[in-house]
Protein backbone atom coordinates (compact mmCIF):
# COMPACT_ATOMS: atom_id res chain seq x y z
CA UNK A 1 0.00 0.00 0.00
CA UNK A 2 1.72 3.52 -0.70
CA UNK A 3 1.91 5.89 1.64
CA UNK A 4 0.05 9.10 0.83
CA UNK A 5 0.48 10.84 3.91
CA UNK A 6 2.95 13.65 2.63
CA UNK A 7 0.20 14.48 0.32
CA UNK A 8 -2.24 14.96 2.64
CA UNK A 9 0.00 16.50 5.39
CA UNK A 10 1.57 18.90 2.51
CA UNK A 11 -2.24 19.85 0.97
CA UNK A 12 -3.98 20.55 4.51
CA UNK A 13 -2.89 24.06 4.29
CA UNK A 14 -1.91 24.35 0.58
CA UNK A 15 -5.45 23.22 -0.80
CA UNK A 16 -7.45 25.85 -0.90
CA UNK A 17 -5.35 28.43 -2.27
CA UNK A 18 -3.84 25.76 -5.06
CA UNK A 19 -7.45 25.87 -6.09
CA UNK A 20 -8.12 29.47 -5.64
CA UNK A 21 -4.94 30.32 -8.44
CA UNK A 22 -5.59 27.63 -10.78
CA UNK A 23 -9.50 28.84 -10.89
CA UNK A 24 -7.81 32.30 -11.31
CA UNK A 25 -5.14 31.06 -14.40
CA UNK A 26 -2.16 32.08 -12.52
CA UNK A 27 -0.08 29.76 -9.71
CA UNK A 28 1.69 32.13 -7.35
CA UNK A 29 2.35 29.89 -4.34
CA UNK A 30 4.95 26.87 -3.92
CA UNK A 31 2.25 23.38 -4.42
CA UNK A 32 3.04 22.07 -7.75
CA UNK A 33 4.90 18.90 -6.42
CA UNK A 34 1.76 17.60 -4.37
CA UNK A 35 -0.86 19.11 -6.17
CA UNK A 36 0.26 17.94 -9.61
CA UNK A 37 3.15 15.30 -8.67
CA UNK A 38 4.93 13.60 -11.20
CA UNK A 39 7.25 10.13 -11.04
CA UNK A 40 10.45 10.56 -9.04
CA UNK A 41 12.67 9.46 -10.60
CA UNK A 42 12.46 12.86 -13.15
CA UNK A 43 12.68 15.18 -9.97
CA UNK A 44 16.12 16.88 -9.16
CA UNK A 45 15.01 18.72 -6.17
CA UNK A 46 15.25 17.02 -2.56
CA UNK A 47 11.68 18.35 -2.81
CA UNK A 48 10.51 16.93 -5.97
CA UNK A 49 12.06 13.34 -4.62
CA UNK A 50 9.92 13.42 -1.35
CA UNK A 51 7.06 14.17 -3.51
CA UNK A 52 7.41 11.75 -6.60
CA UNK A 53 5.28 8.98 -7.72
CA UNK A 54 7.43 5.62 -7.59
CA UNK A 55 4.87 4.11 -10.33
CA UNK A 56 2.01 3.43 -11.57
CA UNK A 57 0.94 1.74 -8.47
CA UNK A 58 1.66 4.76 -6.03
CA UNK A 59 -0.50 6.70 -9.01
CA UNK A 60 -3.34 4.52 -9.17
CA UNK A 61 -3.52 4.53 -5.03
CA UNK A 62 -3.44 8.55 -5.54
CA UNK A 63 -6.42 8.54 -7.69
CA UNK A 64 -8.13 5.52 -5.65
CA UNK A 65 -7.48 8.02 -2.42
CA UNK A 66 -10.96 9.53 -0.79
CA UNK A 67 -9.55 12.98 -0.48
CA UNK A 68 -6.52 13.25 -3.14
CA UNK A 69 -8.19 11.54 -6.09
CA UNK A 70 -10.72 14.15 -6.03
CA UNK A 71 -8.93 17.08 -5.59
CA UNK A 72 -6.65 15.91 -8.58
CA UNK A 73 -9.20 16.23 -10.54
CA UNK A 74 -10.96 19.32 -9.17
CA UNK A 75 -7.56 20.94 -10.02
CA UNK A 76 -7.60 19.97 -13.21
CA UNK A 77 -10.72 20.72 -14.26
CA UNK A 78 -9.92 23.99 -12.56
CA UNK A 79 -6.98 24.77 -14.90
CA UNK A 80 -9.12 23.49 -18.05
CA UNK A 81 -11.21 26.77 -17.27
CA UNK A 82 -8.24 28.84 -18.89
CA UNK A 83 -7.73 27.43 -22.27
CA UNK A 84 -6.46 30.04 -24.72
CA UNK A 85 -3.88 30.39 -21.85
CA UNK A 86 -0.40 28.93 -22.40
CA UNK A 87 0.88 26.63 -19.52
CA UNK A 88 3.78 28.85 -19.12
CA UNK A 89 1.27 31.29 -18.46
CA UNK A 90 -0.51 29.79 -15.70
CA UNK A 91 2.34 27.89 -14.16
CA UNK A 92 5.69 29.41 -15.29
CA UNK A 93 8.00 27.21 -17.32
CA UNK A 94 9.16 24.84 -15.14
CA UNK A 95 5.83 23.71 -13.55
CA UNK A 96 4.72 23.77 -16.91
CA UNK A 97 6.87 20.99 -17.53
CA UNK A 98 5.78 19.70 -14.19
CA UNK A 99 2.52 19.28 -15.47
CA UNK A 100 2.87 17.61 -18.73
CA UNK A 101 4.88 14.97 -16.87
CA UNK A 102 1.83 14.64 -14.48
CA UNK A 103 -0.75 14.48 -16.63
CA UNK A 104 1.14 11.82 -18.49
CA UNK A 105 1.45 9.59 -15.48
CA UNK A 106 -2.18 9.95 -14.40
CA UNK A 107 -3.41 9.74 -17.92
CA UNK A 108 -1.40 6.35 -18.07
CA UNK A 109 -2.51 5.36 -14.34
CA UNK A 110 -6.36 5.26 -16.10
CA UNK A 111 -6.88 8.72 -14.39
CA UNK A 112 -9.88 10.01 -16.31
CA UNK A 113 -10.62 12.14 -19.44
CA UNK A 114 -9.17 15.62 -17.55
CA UNK A 115 -5.61 14.38 -17.97
CA UNK A 116 -5.89 13.78 -21.74
CA UNK A 117 -7.66 17.17 -21.91
CA UNK A 118 -4.87 18.63 -20.27
CA UNK A 119 -2.43 17.16 -23.16
CA UNK A 120 -4.84 18.06 -25.88
CA UNK A 121 -5.17 21.62 -24.42
CA UNK A 122 -1.69 22.64 -23.80
CA UNK A 123 0.60 20.37 -25.04
CA UNK A 124 -1.05 19.48 -28.68
CA UNK A 125 -2.13 16.20 -27.17
CA UNK A 126 1.59 15.01 -27.14
CA UNK A 127 2.68 13.38 -23.86
CA UNK A 128 5.86 13.77 -21.76
CA UNK A 129 8.31 11.52 -23.36
CA UNK A 130 10.33 11.29 -20.18
CA UNK A 131 7.44 10.29 -18.36
CA UNK A 132 6.34 7.71 -20.87
CA UNK A 133 10.10 6.64 -21.28
CA UNK A 134 10.05 5.64 -17.37
CA UNK A 135 6.88 4.12 -17.15
CA UNK A 136 7.66 1.75 -20.13
Sequence with gaps: ???????????ETTWDTALAELTAGRKRSHWMWFIFPQLAALGRSPTAKHYGISGLSEARAYLADPTLGPRLHEAARALLLHPADTPEAIFGPVDALKLR??????????GGPEFQAILDTYYDGTACPLTELALA
Design 1 to 11: MADLARFHDAQ
Design 101 to 110: SSATLFRAAG
